[in-house]
């Protein structure tokens, strides 16, 4: 019995030393102060959590947001079907535009419900700024604009982020429609391999 008991705790503590090891937190820009990006990993893969803001400026000498195409009905359509924009908007860490820049936002979006304030949105977050500079996480998918809390799927990415997947969480923190300028709050959790692949 005793040596029963003895076995039982052995594998107790081996399995919490196993999941304590897998979600060994990776140090990132998080543990010196920029709290825009957190990476943990558990087992072979890595799921990194971006939290930023995209400032979409849509009128002015320094707009990043541009209409390039409608259709027949856009101008009288109440959810001005059929306009597409194509945009490179500013991400900066905190909600000021001067703060910190840690990527871009490129991409186009289109209306693309006759009937709700709904965009179909194809977008890259270039990442421009800590260790993961120079890769991508693209994501796909319909944006109900008009929600307060909207969902978004990644389907992809490049550089540190190949073969990602994950999804975004993304509210609108500030609309000036005087200014025709909105700040928009990204949560966004990456899962991808932290595995290297050799062909």
């Known amino acids: ?30 543990a010196a102060g920029k709290s825009w990006v957190r990476t943990i990993v558990r087992g072979s893969e890595n799921i990194t959590q971006l ?23 856009t101008a009288t359509s109440p959810t001005s079907f059929g306009l597409v924009n194509v ?6 860490a905190e909600p000021d535009i001067n703060g910190e820049q840690v990527a871009r936002a490129q991409g186009t979006s289109t209306s693309a419900d006759l ?15 800590g260790e993961f500079s120079g890769s991508t996480v693209s994501i796909a998918g319909r944006n109900p604009v008009t929600e307060a809390s909207r969902e978004l799927p990644v389907i992809g990415g490049t550089g540190a982020f190949r073969f990602a997947r994950g999804y975004a969480v993304t509210t609108t923190y500030l609309h000036d429609s005087e200014a025709n300028y909105s700040i928009l709050e990204y949560t966004v959790y990456v899962t991808y391999s932290n595995v290297a692949l050799c062909m």
């Open 87 to 92: 945009f490179d908007d500013l991400i900066t």
């Open 51 to 73: 939290h930023f803001y995209v400032h979409d400026v849509r009128a002015g000498e320094n707009a990043t947001l541009y209409r390039v195409a409608n259709s027949s009905i």
């Open 1 to 30: 019995m005793k040596s029963h008991t003895t076995l039982v705790l052995l594998s107790i503590i081996s399995y919490l030393l196993i999941a304590t090891q897998a979600r060994k937190q990776i140090p990132t820009a998080a």
């Open 115 to 129: 009937v709700n304030q709904a965009i179909a949105i194809s977008m890259n977050f270039y990442i421009t700024s």
